[in-house]
């Protein structure tokens, strides 16, 4: 069974940085590890649906970007790690909210095309 543990969350001003982790363990049932997994980095604040941040493929090679978070965010990925991150700055209150990693077979925006979730994060900007 697959698992993702995300951590790095916490506190932060306005204008600062934070970077997300999210650890990968484990097979799909046909035995799939996370170096073959697209990788995607959600977020939910209260009171709204969850929405899309950040997406890279299972090489690295493809990346895709809310345009919220364009030029501030930074998804990458050390397979050797089974690890994904998001380095996040110039943060602003509006990126409050819980980051959840999901994992699945392709590079997608949709949350309902990744098979596997963490726990997620929480990470909260001030006003």
């Known amino acids: 069974q697959v698992q993702l543990v995300e951590s790095g969350g916490g506190l932060v001003q306005a204008g600062g940085s934070l970077r997300l982790s999210c650890a990968a363990s484990?097979?799909?049932?046909?035995?799939?590890?996370?170096?073959?997994?697209?990788m995607g980095w959600f977020r939910q604040a209260p009171g709204k649906e969850r929405e899309f941040v950040a997406a890279i493929s299972w090489s690295g090679g493809t990346t895709y970007y809310a345009d919220s978070v364009k030029g501030r965010f930074t998804i990458s990925r050390d397979n050797a790690k089974n690890t994904v991150y998001l380095q996040m700055n110039n943060l602003k209150p509006e990126d409050t909210a819980v980051y959840s990693c999901a994992g699945g077979g392709n590079i997608a925006t949709k949350a309902f095309l990744y098979d596997y979730w963490g726990q997620g994060t929480q990470v909260t900007v001030p006003s």
């Open positions: 484990g097979r799909t049932a046909s035995g799939r590890t996370f170096s073959s997994y697209a």
